[in-house]
């Protein structure tokens, strides 16, 4: 048994988006011979037709293969493909907790990247042996002795054996699986130990049901075994073991230290949460795997269907959704102006974005997003706290003790020409520097930053300013207190829920002024006068005055007396109106909506 576990290598490839690693996961498989050259395709791991466009990878994915080594051994390689975003570094650390080394991809045309350092350390924790690998040699402008200086000065890993490759021509993937083979140690762990597993990763097959990923630590992991799961206590019969080759392939059992799926005939994802310890139930385990916390949204928005009779479309949509990724959490929600939608809760920005794109293209509903917001911390003068997701729902001020936002510790990697307009953006969101080093002509600077400033279109600008060179990767670190308050939009002297928001004190006039004045172009006019006011708490910051149209009632009056008639006449009109004003209703068409978000992500 033993000589069977010195023969596997359990390894993530990780690197910045774009740098190539779905590519050189592609090439690897073509070499060991996983699938026929008919079978191939590119980014053969990335199964959603939104990974595939867009040339991302969302969930992790595994794929279990055997190479033949130049010293004459069958080698079992069991390669886990990691997400490279922010938003999903919670797939990234529970796939690199399942494997003893790391395949770091390193673009040699564009050297080291926000999320490269941010994946590397990540890597680094779980204590894992990392061969730095640089890719799209074939290019004309590949400069591997800047990118091995960069990655020497930037991470601090030696690159004197890093391999040169190319996932494009194949060139340097053989240098490739013999390195893994000489540098990554085995799977350590007792195989005739009780059996411990973690859950790795899991999703909703639509005729399976729940597909569990797992990683055998401890014991094997056999068919009709039952199984507990530590956090829900709930206790399962194994009705398939499986291994992705990449196709799924059925096989008897799992041994120590292989990676492979299991269904149990589960039917709702929430029941297995990512990071559990699977143990056998005949057997309970006393401890659970260190270190796992479910991971936790911290960006919300209300989802809006245009129309409303869509609403149940959306509903269905997102409950759908929910099956294959139990991150993304949503709740009912009203509006008087925008109808029934939901608030949802998103691990970032980029998940949101992923969200939204996949109900509007997979359940084809036209969608209305509010404005992103974070979770407050509202602590109240009799002790309570409040988690504050939602801004319309701030409690009176007076009851207020304090509220705190979350933070970010933030890292730009930008070429140095463009350092000082970045500078300005990160202290004009109330950003405080950390540190700032510089390699070659690349400035890395490390900013603490609240979250709710980076929300609407920090990514966006960061680019827009470095076209497109700059890249950026935050984690977040704390609550702290902030001067904030709640901006409340009155229109017609109702206020309007969907626009209300949280922002820092310092911001408010400033921003109730621009909304109110894209709302007064915005709103059409009616037979009355509108007033739109900003306010914060009763105290009113800024207000616009839409004019009503006004009826010439004076025309047909001629003759004696004249004068008192049309006074008379304007009076009655005044009236009317004052009446109108009063029980008029004020429909705030979805434009204005839209215009007014716009100018709120500016």
């Known amino acids: 048994m033993s000589n069977e576990i010195n023969n596997i290598r359990n390894f993530a490839i990780i690197a910045h988006i774009d740098h190539g690693k779905s590519t050189i996961a592609d090439r690897i498989i073509h070499n060991c011979g996983g699938l026929t050259e008919r079978e191939m395709k590119s980014q053969v791991l990335d199964s959603m037709d939104i990974e595939r466009e867009r040339g991302i990878t969302i969930k992790a994915q595994t794929v279990k293969l055997n190479y033949k080594a130049k010293d004459g051994k ?47 350390y990540q890597a680094l924790e779980n204590n894992h042996e990392i061969v730095p690998v640089l890719n799209k040699v074939d290019l004309p402008a590949s400069d591997l002795e800047k990118t ?16 040169p490759c190319s996932g494009k021509t194949g060139e340097g993937i053989e240098d490739i699986l013999e390195k893994i083979i000489s540098t990554l140690p085995a799977p350590q762990g007792e195989s005739e130990s009780d059996l411990k597993c973690l859950l790795v990763d899991s999703w909703y097959d639509t005729y399976l049901g729940v597909v569990i990923l797992v990683r055998v630590i401890d014991g094997k992991l056999s068919k009709h075994m039952k199984v507990k799961m530590i956090s829900t206590n709930r206790e399962y019969v194994v009705e398939r073991v499986g291994v992705f080759t990449p196709k799924p392939t059925d096989i008897n059992e799992l041994k120590t230290g292989e990676i492979g799926f299991i269904i149990t005939g589960i039917k709702v994802l929430s029941e297995t949460k990512v990071g559990d310890t699977i143990c056998d139930a005949t057997k309970p385990l006393k401890d659970a795997l260190p270190g796992f916390k479910p991971s936790k949204p911290v960006v919300f928005c209300g989802l809006f269907p245009v129309d409303s009779s869509e609403f149940q479309k959306l509903k269905d949509g997102l409950a759908k959704l929910q099956l294959n990724d139990a ?36 359940f084809d509903v036209n969608l209305l997003t509010t404005t992103p917001g974070v979770v407050y911390k509202v602590y109240l003068n009799n002790g309570d706290l409040i988690d504050l997701q939602n801004p319309s729902s701030l409690p009176d001020p ?4 304090m509220i705190e936002e979350p933070w970010i510790k933030a890292t730009v990697i930008t070429p140095d020409q463009y350092l000082g307009s970045i500078i300005k953006m990160c202290q004009d969101k109330r950003g405080i520097q950390t540190n700032l080093s510089y390699s070659g002509n690349r400035a890395v600077v490390n900013y603490e930053l609240p979250l709710n400033e980076v929300v609407f279109d920090f990514n966006d600008r960061l680019k827009s300013m470095t076209s497109g060179y700059a890249s950026f990767d935050y984690e977040i670190i704390e609550h702290r207190e902030g001067d904030l308050v709640k901006l409340g939009i009155l229109v017609n002297t109702e206020p309007v829920d969907a626009l209300a928001m949280m922002i820092h004190k310092n911001f408010a006039q400033k921003t109730g002024k621009e909304v109110c004045e894209k709302l007064k172009n915005l709103i059409p006019r009616h037979n009355f006068m509108i007033p739109v006011q900003a306010a914060i708490g009763g105290k009113i910051i800024a ?56 100018i709120q992500k500016q």
């Open 543 to 598: 207000r616009e005055t839409i004019k009503g149209f006004k009826k010439d009632v004076l025309t047909k009056i001629h003759g004696g007396g004249a004068a008192d008639r049309k006074r008379k006449l304007l009076e009655k009109q005044k009236k009317g109106k004052a009446r109108s004003k009063q029980f008029g209703r004020v429909e705030i068409p979805q434009e204005a909506f839209i215009g007014v978000l716009k």
């Open 327 to 362: 991150s993304f959490s949503f709740e009912p929600e009203s509006s008087s102006a925008l109808g029934l939608g939901f608030r949802c809760g998103f691990l970032g920005l980029l998940h949101l974005e992923i969200v939204t794109e996949r109900l509007e293209r997979e």
């Open 148 to 163: 091995k200086k960069q990655i020497e000065d930037v991470i601090g890993i030696d690159t004197e054996n890093a391999i």
């Open 398 to 401: 007076t009851l207020i003790k």
């Open 74 to 120: 069958v080698y079992t390689l069991n390669i886990i493909d990691t997400p490279g975003h922010v938003d999903f570094s919670y797939e990234v650390s529970r796939s690199l907790y399942a494997c003893e080394g790391s395949i770091l991809i390193v673009d040699s045309t564009q050297g080291v990247e926000a999320q490269t350092l941010a994946n590397v």
